[in-house]
């Protein structure tokens, strides 16, 4: 099927509380393992940038897995800001993760050298997807660890449904939407790949790691 892009950020309150209340257990945990597996030799300290970070739990699990690390993580939406404000608040992380309101492309961030840069479906809401492979060479330095896990679309709408109705059916209706519109503007490993090649990241790796997940990774 082809691509039906959604609106990029997410600033409507019942959608953004819906999505700080769902559980992302297994994705997020999968994440953190992720990347590991895709860095094994590195001890995970300094500056890190979380792109996209939403309600801020890949944040908050990235920090609780790497204590000597601290984040900085962008989000055009306010109100998905808010509640990862209160999250970390709740986790006691106030001094290593600070959360910044800023859009893609042109936000301005504090630091200017990132030992990794992280993001967790953000590229499924961009329109252009190269806002993503610029933003990473505009705030990595040479060395950078960058680490991207997203949606991948499936083969037609009826199975986005069904993908919908396997993982999300105890979840409220806007989620239940969220995600469906989540798999349709998702992007193809193939897809990526022409990005990454565009962007001269072509020594980056793609993966599929789920029926539903693709990891991007290397080093810039
Ligand atoms: C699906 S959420 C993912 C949140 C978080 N990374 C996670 O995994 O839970 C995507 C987030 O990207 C943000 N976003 C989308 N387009 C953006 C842009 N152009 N600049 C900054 N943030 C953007 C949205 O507001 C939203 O909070």
Request: proline share 5%; with cysteine; glycine share 6%.
């Amino acid at each position: 099927m082809q691509r039906i892009t959604e609106p990029e950020l997410m600033n409507d309150e019942a959608q953004a509380r819906a999505y700080a209340q769902a559980n992302f257990d297994e994705p997020h945990n999968m994440f953190i393992q992720a990347f590991d597996e895709a860095f094994p030799e590195i001890d995970v300290s300094g500056h890190i940038l979380d792109l996209g970070c939403g309600p801020a739990d890949i944040s908050i699990r990235f920090a609780q897995s790497f204590p000597d690390c601290v984040i900085d993580g962008l989000d055009g939406a306010p109100q998905m800001l808010a509640h990862g404000k209160l999250a970390i608040q709740k986790a006691q992380l106030e001094d290593r993760i600070h959360l910044i309101l800023g859009r893609l492309p042109g936000a301005s961030l504090p630091d200017d050298h990132y030992e990794v840069i992280m993001s967790n479906s953000l590229l499924h809401h961009l329109h252009e997807p190269d806002v993503l492979w610029e933003s990473i060479k505009q705030f990595g330095v040479s060395g950078s660890r960058v680490f991207i896990m997203d949606l991948m679309r499936p083969e037609s709408e009826q199975v986005a449904r069904e993908f919908v109705d396997l993982y999300a059916s105890g979840e409220p209706q806007v989620l239940k939407d969220d995600f469906y519109h989540s798999l349709c503007a998702a992007f193809l490993p193939e897809e990526i790949q022409s990005q990454l090649e565009c962007a001269d990241l072509s020594h980056f790796k793609i993966k599929v790691i789920s029926d539903r997940h693709v990891i991007v990774f290397g080093v810039l």
